[in-house]
Antibody, heavy 119, light 107 residues
């Protein structure tokens, strides 16, 4: 069974940093592309970052470019999101989501981890 | 960036009703569109991909159609479990973008 489990969320002050993790199981991790998708309270989902299976290709949404860094450790079956210079508008539930191998939609999602940026 | 616009934002329906939700892309995305269902406190769950392909395990009362810039999600005979928020999402190009959502409420 495919499982994605996020961790690392919490309350952080503006301008602060946080590192999210996503532990994967139930599939051959290195063969799949992964994403971070966030959802602010009462809003729709917002894709924020992508990483290829090898880690060689990475994309970011403009809203986080230069502040967030996606990475993965295929030996540990783990995905990460380093978030720096956090702003109030970064407050959201953060999901890791797997890209379907052939059709590119998000076929599995984690349960999410809440990040609250507030003083 | 490709903008995805859903309509309506909210709709009220009764069990047994047929419901149609529309999603419009700001430029052609061929058939690279997915529909997700989301319930409060849960992650989105894919229903339809490639505009019209039903994800495994999803009830056949859900169907999708369209290509290019106009897409629809139809739910035939709404069931109590179907009251939720629905999102379309394009995966034609980066950044991936979602519609703003359609909340289907009980009438």
């Amino acid at each position: 069974e495919v499982q994605l489990v996020e961790s690392g969320g919490g309350l952080v002050q503006p301008e602060g940093s946080l590192r999210l993790s996503c532990a994967a199981s139930g599939f051959t991790f290195r063969n799949y592309e992964l994403n971070w998708v966030r959802q602010a309270p009462g809003k729709g989902p917002e894709w924020i970052s992508y990483i290829s299976g090898s880690g060689s290709a990475i994309y970011y949404a403009d809203s986080v470019k230069g502040r967030f860094t996606i990475s993965r450790d295929n030996a540990k079956n783990s995905l990460y999101l380093q978030m720096n210079t956090l702003r109030a508008e970064d407050t959201a539930v953060y999901y890791c989501a797997r890209t379907h191998g052939n059709f590119r939609f998000f076929d599995y999602w984690g349960q999410g981890t809440l990040v609250t940026v507030s003083s | 960036d490709i903008q995805m616009t859903q309509s309506p934002s909210t709709l009220s329906a009764s069990a047994g009703d047929r419901v149609t939700i529309t999603c419009r892309a700001s430029q052609s995305i061929s058939s690279w569109l997915a529909w997700y269902q989301q319930k409060p406190g849960k992650a989105p769950k894919v229903l339809i991909y490639k505009a019209s392909v039903l994800e495994s395990g999803v009830p056949s009362r859900f169907s999708g159609s369209g290509s290019g810039t106009e897409f629809t999600l139809t739910i035939n005979s709404m069931q109590p479990d179907d009251f939720a928020t629905y999102y379309c999402q394009q995966y034609n190009s980066y950044p991936r973008t979602f519609g703003q959502g359609t909340k289907v409420e009980i009438k």
